[in-house]
């Protein structure tokens, strides 16, 4: 059998570093792409880049996908069998201050990458969604057949956009397509604008965490690794004659979450118990484009694909800490 080629957006982004090494360990040729923006410490991105660099079925194209004949070039050259879009504008909070760096990246990228795969048909094309769609939805755990038009933030407007979007091309074009709305994704090489990330920093320097509406948070945190499974289990399911969609179109949405909602206070003591240290807690009003808590049904993709997380949020923060602590030194010494 040939070897398959897979296309990985955001490559040099957190679960796409997981995801590219993933692959390619289980035998594909991966193409990946990302712009390597700013909106966190490009350091970060590069030293995964170079780690993936090494690998020799990978190859990179530092690309902007706001860039449509790039991409299309791109998409052209690999004919790639499958496309994981992951790039994106991330952040709740940053989207209410930069509304238009979100619809160059999510809405304007992901519009160049379904206009690639309309020219070029992958047999699949999976994307990333986001929890947050569900917004100011309060029956929980939250399901994919659930409403999802109240957005508390532009983030999560966009990130609907986004699945309304790829059902528009899989109806008009038929293309398989998997929306993938993640649940607070955390571990190794993790994003240092996410919680977990500043916390741990904060902890480990001395410095005092901020806990937001009386620190009365829950959250469905899930460990990158359980989430490569997710991933993985869906990529040889596309959408087709047996699951289409209630409009007849190969399109369909998945939670991947760890299906059990974790309060900020034991959050924080699996911190304390990592790093050994205490921290001092101090207490903020709720966020503008925030919600209280976040939580997955999980019972679609696990009945597809055996989806069944099994990393504990005190197991993952530990090796989340374990490799912080090796990233600065790194970079210390």
Same mark, same amino acid.
């Given at each position: ?75 052209? @050259?690999? $004919?790639? *069998? ?8 991330? %952040?709740?909070?940053?989207? +209410?201050?930069? /509304? ?115 620190? @009365?948070? $829950?959250? *469905? ?8 499974? %997710?991933?993985?289990?869906? +990529?040889?399911? /596309? ?95």
């Amino acid at each position: 059998m040939a070897q398959r080629t897979i296309l990985v957006t955001g490559a040099a982004g957190f679960v796409g570093f997981h995801l590219v090494r993933h692959l390619t360990e289980g035998g594909a040729r991966v193409v990946g792409i990302d712009n390597l923006n700013a909106y966190y410490d490009p350091a970060l991105k590069s030293a995964r880049l170079r780690l993936l660099e090494e690998i020799p079925a990978f190859r990179f194209e530092r690309l902007d996908l706001a860039d449509h004949e790039g991409v299309m070039d791109a998409v052209a @050259r690999h $004919r790639p *069998d499958v496309v994981v879009h992951l790039a994106a504008q991330a %952040g709740v909070r940053h989207s +209410i201050e930069a /509304p238009r760096a979100y619809a160059a990246s999510n809405l304007d990228g992901f519009l160049s990458v379904l206009e690639a795969c309309r020219r070029h048909p992958p047999s699949h094309l999976l994307y990333a969604s986001s929890s947050s769609v569900y917004g100011a939805n309060t029956k929980v755990p939250f399901a994919e057949s659930d409403p999802v038009d109240l957005p508390v933030s532009f983030y999560a407007a966009t990130k609907r956009a986004n699945e309304v979007m790829a059902r528009s091309y899989a109806h008009l074009y038929a293309i398989p397509c998997s929306g993938l709305r993640f649940f607070t994704v955390y571990g190794p090489w993790g994003r240092p604008d996410m919680a977990y990330y500043g916390f741990t920093e904060a902890i480990l320097e001395g410095r005092p965490i901020t806990l937001f509406n009386g620190g @009365r948070m $829950r959250r *469905d945190f899930t460990y990158v690794g359980d989430v490569l499974d %997710g991933i993985c289990g869906l +990529i040889d399911r /596309p959408p087709g004659s047996h699951d289409v969609d209630a409009g007849g179109a190969p399109h369909q949405i998945y939670n991947i979450g760890n299906n059990e909602p974790v309060e900020l206070a034991r959050f924080v003591t699996a911190i304390e118990t990592a790093t050994g240290c205490r921290a001092e807690r101090r207490f903020e009003a709720m966020q503008p484009g925030d919600v209280t808590e976040t939580y997955a049904d999980i019972a679609k993709l696990g009945a597809l694909t055996g989806f069944a997380p099994k990393t504990s949020i005190e197991d993952g923060m530990a090796r989340f800490v374990a490799w912080y602590r090796e990233w600065r030194a790194g970079r210390a010494g």
